[in-house]
C-alpha cells in the first residue's frame, strides 16, 4: 500500500514512511458504536513485524536527534496546518468511530493543531546551561559542566479510545522535539482516527522510520512490543488495571502513565449552586462521561445538598442525548461491556437504598444521563470509576468527612472545590490527595502547558507540554577540564 487505506477501507500501519498491510493478512474489523455500521478494517500485525518497527525506529534515531530544533518544530508547524485542514474530514471519522458529539470532534482537531504549535514551541525554547565548578565548595572556576537534553530513544506511545488524536500527539508532539524516535500502538477503537493524525505528520515531512505505527491485539503483542529491550521509554494512557500491568512487567524502562480517576466535586455551603450545579452537569457528561478527569463523585453536606440536586437535575434533564451527529451531549458508550457496567453500577446504588432523581435508562450500549442521591460509601458507584453518565451524590456532616472521602479512593487525579472563600478552598485544597485541585472548576485536563498528573493509582509522572518533552529525554553534562 502507498496510502493510509485502500477503496475497501483496510488501514495499513506506517513503517519506515510506507502504509504497509501486514504480511500475515490479519486485520481486525472495527465497527461503529453508534449504529453497527462498518468503520473500516486495521492490521493485525505479529511479533516479527512489531521486531522491524522497531528496527526502523533505531535506525532513524542518530538522523531525526541530528535535525535542529526550528526544523522539527517547522514540520510539526506544518502538522498543525494540515490537521486543521482535514479538521472536518477527521471529525467525521471520529464521531463514528468513537461515537463522539461533532462539536467536542472537531474541537478535538482543532485542539490538537494548538497543541502541536505549542509544543513546537517549547522546544525551540530548550537551552543547554553552563555550571562553573567554582559554585561549590572548594570547586574551581578551571571546571566547567555544559549541560543539555538529550533524547532517551525509541518511544512507545499507547494511546486510548475516548480521545484518539489529542492524546496521541500529547505523546508524539513532545517525544518528537525532544530528538527521540516514536511507535504509536493505539487503542483498536479510535485507531483509524489515530492513523490519520499520523497521516499528517507524515505529509507534513516526517522522515522515513521516525514515527511509525503498531495495530493489533494487545494479547498477541501487548506485552512483547512493551517487555522489547529496545522500547527505552513507554507513554501509555488508559486503564489503571493494564498501567499496573505495565508497571510489573517494564522491567526498568522509565513509563509516563495516564490511568484511572474518581475525580469529586465539594460543593460547600457558601458556594453560588447555580453556578457549581451548571459547571458540574457539563463536567460529569461531556462525552457520556468518558473522560478521566470527569466528575465522578458530588459530596456535600444536608444544608445544600437538596437544593444542589434540585438544580442538577434541571440541568440533566436538558441535555440532548442520542446519535453524536445529531449535535448531542450524551451519546452511546464505546461498546456494550461499558453499558452493561454502567448499568450495573446503578442497580447496586438503587438496590442498596440510592434515591434515583433521573436516569436509569438505556437503549443498547446508549446510556442516559442518571443522577443519584444519598449514596453511601457501601455502594460500587462510591468507588468505582464509571466512565459512563453517572454522578453520585454522598451527604456527609461537614467538609472533614468530604475531605477524607475524597482522600479514600484509590485514585488521586483531580478534586473540584466550591466555595467563594479562597482561604478556605486553599486550606481544603492542601489536604487533597490528587494532582490538581481545581478551585470552583470543574476537574479538566487543559490547558495542556499545566502541568497534568496523577497520584497514587491515578498514574505516574507529569505530562504537559514542557513536562512531557523533559520526561522523554535525559540531561547530559559535558565537562570541560581547563588547564593552567
Known amino acids: 500500500m502507498s496510502e493510509l487505506c485502500n477503496e475497501k477501507l483496510v488501514y495499513g500501519n506506517l513503517v519506515n514512511g510506507r502504509w504497509m498491510e501486514s504480511a500475515s493478512g490479519n486485520v481486525i474489523t472495527v465497527t461503529s458504536p453508534v449504529d453497527g455500521s462498518f468503520i473500516g478494517e486495521i492490521q493485525a500485525v505479529s511479533k516479527e513485524e512489531v521486531d ?18 526550528f526544523e522539527k518544530a517547522r514540520i510539526l508547524y506544518k502538522a498543525a496546518e494540515i490537521l486543521e485542514e482535514r479538521a472536518e474530514e477527521i471529525a467525521d471519522i471520529l464521531m463514528m468511530e468513537i461515537a463522539k458529539d461533532r462539536k467536542s470532534s472537531v474541537s478535538e482537531v482543532k485542539r490538537t493543531a494548538d497543541f502541536l504549535r505549542f509544543t513546537a514551541d517549547a522546544g525551540k525554547s530548550l537551552e543547554g546551561i553552563a555550571v562553573s565548578g567554582e559554585n561549590f565548595p572548594g570547586g574551581s572556576r578551571n571546571k566547567i559542566s555544559y549541560v543539555r537534553r538529550v533524547p532517551l530513544g525509541t518511544v512507545l506511545a499507547i494511546s486510548p479510545f475516548n480521545y484518539p488524536i489529542n ?200 446510556v442516559y444521563p442518571t443522577l443519584l442521591d444519598k449514596v453511601t460509601v457501601d455502594m460500587e458507584i462510591a468507588w468505582k470509576e464509571p466512565f459512563s453518565p453517572i454522578l453520585p451524590i454522598i451527604r456527609v456532616k461537614d467538609m472533614d468527612e468530604a475531605v477524607e472521602i475524597a482522600n479514600r479512593s484509590e485514585y488521586g487525579l483531580q478534586t473540584s472545590v466550591f466555595t467563594k472563600d479562597i482561604n478556605k478552598a486553599f486550606r481544603i485544597a492542601e489536604k487533597l490527595e490528587v494532582g490538581t485541585v481545581q478551585i470552583n472548576n470543574k476537574t479538566e485536563r487543559g490547558p495542556d502547558h499545566f502541568p497534568f498528573l496523577g497520584v497514587k493509582a491515578s498514574g505516574m509522572g507529569t505530562q504537559g507540554v514542557k513536562y512531557s518533552i523533559e520526561a522523554m529525554t535525559r540531561p547530559k553534562a559535558i565537562t570541560i577540564n581547563l588547564t593552567e
Open 52 to 69: 522491524e518497527v522497531i528496527r526502523y525506529s533505531k535506525e532513524g534515531l542518530s538522523s531525526w536527534a541530528g535535525v535542529p530544533i
Open 167 to 366: 492524546l496521541s500527539a500529547s505523546k508524539i508532539g513532545p517525544a518528537l522535539m525532544g530528538g527521540n524516535t516514536v511507535i504509536l500502538k493505539p487503542a483498536t477503537q479510535g485507531a483509524i482516527s489515530a492513523l490519520h493524525l499520523v497521516k499528517a505528520l507524515q505529509d507534513a515531512g516526517l522522515p522515513e522510520g521516525v514515527l511509525q505505527t503498531v495495530t493489533g491485539k494487545g494479547s498477541e503483542i501487548g506485552d512483547y512490543i512493551v517487555t522489547h529491550e529496545n522500547i527505552n521509554f513507554i507513554n501509555f494512557t488508559g486503564s489503571t488495571e493494564v498501567g499496573r500491568h505495565l508497571s510489573k512487567i517494564s522491567c526498568m524502562t522509565p513509563l509516563l502513565l495516564e490511568l484511572g480517576g474518581k475525580d469529586a466535586a465539594l460543593v460547600l455551603e457558601d458556594a453560588d449552586l447555580k453556578y457549581a450545579a451548571s459547571n458540574i452537569v457539563e463536567g460529569a457528561f461531556s462525552y457520556s462521561g468518558q473522560r478521566c478527569t470527569a466528575v465522578k463523585r458530588i459530596i456535600t453536606t444536608d444544608k445544600i445538598a437538596d437544593q444542589l440536586v434540585d438544580m442538577l437535575k434541571t440541568g440533566i434533564e436538558k441535555l440532548a442525548v442520542g446519535d453524536p451527529r445529531d449535535n448531542v451531549v450524551v451519546t452511546p458508550l464505546i461498546d456494550q461491556k461499558a453499558a452493561d457496567f454502567a448499568e450495573f453500577l446503578i442497580q447496586d446504588a438503587i438496590a442498596k437504598g440510592a434515591e434515583l432523581i433521573v436516569g436509569n435508562k438505556r437503549e443498547g450500549n446508549l
